[in-house]
């Protein structure tokens, strides 16, 4: 438990990080795009006065500064790759002199016998003098994560928006029954703001996606909590744990990090029948990037957190599906230009929002490019395109699909009892066969269990492991 004097000053940090977002929010859109490009200017100098990565990318690709004159000049900022931030020393990524150096706390321990309160403040280096700094790093589905450092300062922002969101979802009247099942793995983005959650919710609502889902579903049934915040792969597990039986006290559900299948959602309102779904997209190089209507089925761009884009395999804008490059307006302890590393796919949403609100939106996230699969005659399908055709057979407790050769896919399968394996076969062959238009090799495999990947809680429904689609 935090001492009285820390809620105090992270309170001021929260409530001066909520002005600046409650501001922010009230922005007309020319505002807004004049926020983006005096802040986009000022990273760009930043970048290249201090930041040797960037000054070794600006020199390889012959930019300056000062060729950023106005909008159309943007495709001349080069872009950023996932493959540039790993690897990478500490010292490429960010200006040491500017700032200071926040190691993460060592890992809390969420075990009745250890009590979170006892989670170590972070370590600060002597001698530095402007933000602390927290260094962070992304799933590393590759074996090599990404690392990057961020600012306190853009920690508190995230933080507030999502507060702010919060209160949206909750129509003004937070519910404060919740449950946080959360990734404590030292260096990723979701203990960092855990960390500052703390501020205002309980170390006993905190608890670990990497504890036995025995305990997690033990303990949401102990609770009935009102609100749970989590990944879709971990309320997945957690619903078939729970099986037939129901929480229905649960009125909100905040889901992140992942994208939310057709087979998940259905397992959630079987369990949760009373639930509102809510999304957001979020990640570790971009923050908070853009969070879902609650008016219609759209995604709203944080457009005062990122300057987002959409571009086609040549880098240009298209109005089609295409990969979703960001610019990170808030962290310039690790300056996040033109981010093509995502490595997820999306097209925009022109027409105007139910919601009256004036962002940019796109209509969905197709996926990551890294699970696109491939058919027999070259065409890439979106995974969305298998979970949804999945979603209408019976008999399903678990699946995945697995793509290890061009135009074949394997199904992996855990069997509901009572199901004869025959007819689920049958039945997943005749769905998936009618949305590839019988351009793949279907193999379903029955297995016991799906395990994540070593080092990871997350069970992705969809992997491929075909060179070109990674």
């Not at 449950?179 to 919710?201: E, H, K, N, Q």
């Not at 307006?329 to 027409?351: H, Q």
């Not at 940019?360 to 696109?372: D, K, P, T, V």
């Not at 061009?406 to 069997?415: C, H």
């Amino acid at each position: 438990m935090l001492a009285p004097a820390q809620i105090r000053a992270r309170g001021e940090k929260l409530h001066t990080a909520l002005d600046v977002v409650i501001e922010e929010r009230s922005w007309s859109t020319p505002k807004r795009r004049a926020h983006q490009w005096r802040t986009l200017k000022k990273l760009v100098q930043h970048a290249f006065e201090h930041v040797p990565l960037y000054q070794r990318l600006f020199a390889k690709n012959c930019f300056k500064p000062d060729m950023l004159e106005d909008w159309d000049d943007l495709q001349k900022l080069p872009l950023l790759t996932k493959d540039e931030l790993r690897g990478r020393p500490e010292a490429d990524l960010h200006s040491l002199s500017a700032t200071a150096s926040w190691s993460a706390p060592a890992l809390w321990s969420f075990s009745q016998a250890e009590a979170p309160s006892k989670a170590p403040e972070a370590r600060r280096t002597p001698g530095r003098s402007r933000d602390d700094v927290r260094w962070l790093a992304s799933s590393g589905s590759t074996g090599i994560p990404a690392k990057i450092a961020r600012s306190e300062t853009s920690l508190w922002h995230y933080m507030a928006w999502n507060t702010a969101l919060f209160f949206d979802w909750c129509d003004g009247q937070p519910l404060t029954n919740s449950l946080y099942l959360v990734d404590f793995a030292p260096d990723s983005i979701d203990f960092a703001a855990a960390d500052l959650l703390r501020t205002t919710v309980p170390d006993s609502r905190l608890f670990s996606v990497h504890d036995p889902v025995s305990k997690l579903t033990e303990k949401a049934l102990s609770i009935s909590p009102e609100f749970i915040s989590s990944y879709p792969s971990t309320l997945r597990a957690f619903a078939l744990e729970l099986g037939s039986r129901i929480i229905a006290q649960t009125k909100l559900i905040h889901l992140t990090s992942e994208m939310l299948d057709a087979h998940t959602r259905h397992l959630l309102r079987q369990v949760f029948p009373n639930a509102k779904l809510i999304e957001t997209y979020t990640s570790t190089e971009g923050g908070l990037v853009a969070f879902q209507c609650t008016h219609d089925a759209r995604w709203h761009i944080a457009e005062t957190n990122v300057i987002a884009e959409i571009v086609d395999e040549e880098g240009k804008p298209t109005e089609g599906l295409g990969n979703l490059v960001i610019t990170d307006l808030t962290n310039d302890a690790t300056p996040i230009l033109r981010y093509r590393g995502l490595g997820d796919l999306a097209r925009w949403e022109t027409s105007p929002c139910p919601c009256g609100s004036t962002l940019r939106s796109i209509r969905q996230l197709e996926g990551r490019s890294a699970a696109m699969l491939r058919t027999r005659s070259g065409v890439l399908l979106s995974p969305f395109v298998i979970t949804n055709a999945i979603e209408e057979v019976g008999g399903l407790a678990h699946y995945q699909v697995v793509q290890k050769l061009p135009g074949s896919f394997e199904v992996r399968v855990v069997a509901t009892h009572g199901t004869p394996p025959f007819q689920i076969e049958r039945d997943i062959k005749s769905v998936l066969s009618a949305a590839v238009a019988n351009d793949a090799d279907l193999i379903v495999n029955f297995v016991p269990k799906i395990a994540a990947p070593h080092g990871s809680h997350k069970v992705p429904l969809v992997i491929s492991e075909l060179p070109l689609a990674a």
